[in-house]
């Protein structure tokens, strides 16, 4: 078994982020498809993985990450070459971070979501 699962379907840009940050950091992972149209995330055994009902979550040992944000900063602090060199960086990064899951993939998901399903 890799070292992390990746909880995901192709459709989700946020598990997009979280899968390419794996393939970057050179991380032994592999996906588990979560079949999301057909009502996968509201299923009992998922959301024991995450109350949330959505993708991605993060399997590391028995740590279980959801939200891509979380999940991109834990793989920074593990593969340093992508970690922020200071607190000032940090908080750029994080800062872009949030402005990305609120102002641009908040609305750009959903609306690619409407127009294609």
């Known amino acids: ?3 992390y699962r ?3 379907f192709a ?3 946020s598990a997009y982020k979280a899968a390419l940050m794996l393939e ?3 991380a032994d992972w592999e996906p ?3 079949d999301f149209f057909n009502g996968a995330t509201q299923a009992p055994e998922h959301l024991g993985l995450n109350e949330m009902g ?3 979550i993060l399997e590391h040992g028995e740590l279980r990450l959801s939200q891509s944000g979380v999940i991109l900063d834990h793989l920074a602090r593990r593969y340093r070459d992508f970690a922020p060199r200071s607190e000032e ?3 750029e990064v994080l800062r ?3 402005w990305d899951n609120h102002r641009l993939s908040g609305n750009i998901e959903p609306l690619r979501h409407l127009m294609k399903f």
């Open 1 to 3: 078994m890799a070292e």
């Open 6 to 8: 990746l909880h995901c």
């Open 11 to 13: 459709q989700s840009g």
């Open 24 to 26: 970057l950091c050179g």
């Open 32 to 34: 588990v498809w979560v």
């Open 54 to 56: 959505e993708v991605p």
């Open 89 to 91: 960086e940090r908080r």
């Open 96 to 98: 872009w971070t949030l």
